[in-house]
């Protein structure tokens, strides 16, 4: 203990001061920092991968191994490209920088209990298969190593109010605009009498939109290296509908007539056994299609007394207003196919935006480090390399890689049934909610996002099923990630204190 004390005591004498500051010491400073905060990245892609292609996995349109593969390529690209916006809000709103002028130790051994502290509740809560977020653990730590230094006096509360607010309305905006995409698809398509032509004729429509919104989102006030930053506002409304329009004529004059030979092939090979064979079975089909009405029929009634509620309130008809946002009919299975490759892009969008997001809270505390190095002070002055960015970025993808598994199925299959129409709402409406968030510079939680959009839409489809047991613990876990990461980082940080400062 003698030696670890001596050895932290060394270091702080090359950082207690700017002017007598070493650049040997504050380089150890800077290296284990960038060890932890790899360790925190690792953990945020092990735990937050459902956030972005737990859906698809869910609505099996892709495989565990294609999700991989699709969001270590574009939760790169969005962390690389958006990310900065997020990492200077992380590292600059939560606490006042300007109070550390003469304590640079002090912010030093603050952000590597930020690092510390996050990633060591990140890593439990993956060990627990807990989905939680990230954003709450990272503002948590650091206002608990903010409230160890220098109490309440540094800390930007009406941001942090802020941060809570979008903590509450972002889960409900996502889940409305969800439910609004899931009602326009349900209403076009899957209510009509012929779901599989409806569903031909509005695709172009719905690419339209899909893709103009996103290509506004990534290119408005988007990456200084790319230099969208300097196009005007009606500049990158022009782009985003002439890319919206050319997708959409494309779809149109190719991808429609394609999909329809390819579904009613499909169509045409399924039904042969079954016409071979339909006039020796016809009795028996009926028989088990009447038992299978029956049975769901008792199911749904044994589900409505479960639930608390009386079998009467399953025979009764639903309002108008409950009919128009509620479906009652079962899709239908070649209409679902039209939304699979809908919702294997708004994933990748939706990838995109999480790590805009997201790598800002391992990355945020690691430039705050990487500022002092190279500024000799406090003043967080300089931007976010992209270097760093990618840093961050390599480390969720690893971690994505090597635990993503053990949390992907929770968002994915544990709340409700997902399928390709509903999986192309809920990810299209949380990837608008975290896209605009990171636009902001708002750390939100994408997590509460998807899940708020996953049971939105659940309560809109036909099984009206959610498994609310399933949302109660994943609240639960919002709930204590935020005192248990202060808790952690102001532990460490007292830990500095107490051996070094």
């Not at 480390?395 to 399928?419: A, D, F, P, Q, S």
Request: net charge neutral.
């Amino acid at each position: 203990m003698a030696s670890l004390s001596a050895t932290m005591e060394t270091i702080v004498e090359g950082v207690s001061g700017v002017a007598a500051m070493d650049s040997s010491s504050l380089l150890i400073c800077l290296v284990m920092g960038g060890l932890i905060a790899f360790i925190l990245a690792f953990a945020i892609g092990a735990n937050d991968t459902a956030n972005s292609f737990g859906t698809s996995v869910g609505s099996k349109v892709v495989t565990l191994y294609q999700a991989y593969m699709l969001a270590s390529f574009f939760e790169t690209l969005g962390a690389v490209l958006i990310g900065h916006k997020v990492t200077d809000t992380m590292r600059k709103g939560v606490i006042d920088i300007d109070q550390y002028e003469n304590k640079t130790a002090e912010l030093m051994f603050g952000q590597i209990s930020v690092l510390t502290g996050c990633g060591a509740w990140m890593l439990l809560a993956t060990f627990f298969k807990l989905p939680v977020s990230t954003t709450h653990s990272i503002v948590g730590a650091t206002i608990g190593f903010s409230l160890v230094v220098s109490g309440t006096s540094g800390i930007h509360w009406h941001k942090i109010l802020r941060i809570f607010a979008s903590w509450i309305i972002s889960p409900l905006l996502s889940g409305v605009v969800s439910i609004c995409f899931y009602v326009l698809v349900d209403h076009l398509v899957l209510r009509q009498s012929n779901p599989l032509r409806s569903g031909l004729a509005v695709l172009p429509f719905i690419y339209f939109i899909a893709f103009s919104f996103n290509v506004f989102a990534i290119v408005y006030e988007g990456s200084e290296f790319l230099m969208f930053d300097q196009l005007s506002l009606l500049t990158v409304v022009l782009i985003s509908l002439v890319f919206g329009l050319t997708v959409a004529a494309a779809v149109a004059l190719f991808y429609v007539p394609i999909t329809r030979k390819k579904i009613l092939a499909e169509s045409s090979a399924d039904l042969a056994p079954a016409t071979a064979a339909s006039v020796e079975l016809g009795s028996v089909a009926q028989s088990k299609a009447a038992l299978l009405e029956y049975d769901e029929h008792k199911q749904t009634k044994l589900s409505g007394v479960s639930n608390g509620s009386h079998a009467a309130n399953t025979v009764a008809p639903a309002s108008p207003k409950a009919s128009f946002f509620r479906s009652h009919k079962p899709e239908d299975p070649q209409a679902a196919k039209l939304f699979s490759f809908l919702q294997v892009m708004t994933a990748c969008f939706g990838g995109f935006a999480h790590g805009g997001n997201d790598v800002s809270n391992a990355i945020a505390p690691l430039v705050s480090l990487w500022a002092i190095y190279w500024e000799g002070g406090s003043k967080q002055e300089m931007h976010t390399p992209w270097y760093l960015l990618m840093y961050g970025a390599l480390g969720m993808c690893v971690g994505l890689w090597l635990l993503g598994h053990r949390v992907i199925y929770t968002v994915g299959e544990n709340l409700t049934k997902i399928t390709p129409p509903s999986g192309f709402a809920i990810e299209f409406g949380s990837a608008v909610t975290v896209l605009l968030a990171s636009k902001m510079g708002l750390p939100i939680s994408s997590t509460q996002c998807k899940v708020g959009s996953v049971v939105a839409v659940g309560l809109a489809q036909a099984s009206h099923s959610v498994r609310w047991h399933t949302f109660r613990n994943i609240c639960l876990s919002w709930i204590v990630t935020l005192p248990v990461a202060g808790l952690l980082s102001a532990l460490v940080m007292i830990f500095f204190r107490y051996f070094c400062l």
